[in-house]
């Protein structure tokens, strides 16, 4: 049972002999009253001030919820751009492995070609060597002969070997 400070003013008391003093059950009463007043004027201010509470409360959750949904997309944001970046980062790896397999590839081809350029340089230094070895041995050979020839021939040709200027022609023949 609710009472009101109002209720309380206005209770009346039947009177009795030898009963309670009617001012002081009234100066009582006012007190009470007067306190109940207080009382629920705190009680309301309480209620409005808990109200605020409350609504600041929800305003809090409200931030907090909207924190925990963008701290969450920050996190996915984070991890999309290390899956990106470690994707990258592996394509970037892989077209290097390759660039450096084609390099090599190309590289071991040059030096083949390099290694058969050799090769063939040095069979036509060879070659070549064995050539003027030949040329020499033949053209030695044609000095011993006409070295032989003119010691044969030297006290008969010697004036004809002095006016001729071809050494192949020596002696006005022609011939070796």
Known sequence: MKVTPLEIRQQQFPLRFRGLDPTDVDKFLELVASDMEDLMRENARLRDALGKKDQDLQRMQQGEDELKKALMAIQQIREEWIGRAEKQAEQVLMESEQKAKQLRIEAERRIELLQ???QELQRQKH????????????????????GAENEDSDDLQ????????NPQDVGGTGRR
């Open 116 to 118: 058969h350029d050799l």
């Open 158 to 165: 010697h004036p004809l070997m002095e006016t001729s200027d």
């Open 127 to 146: 070659q070549l060597t064995a050539e003027i070895r030949h040329i020499l041995q033949e053209h030695f050979r044609v000095l011993e002969t006409l």
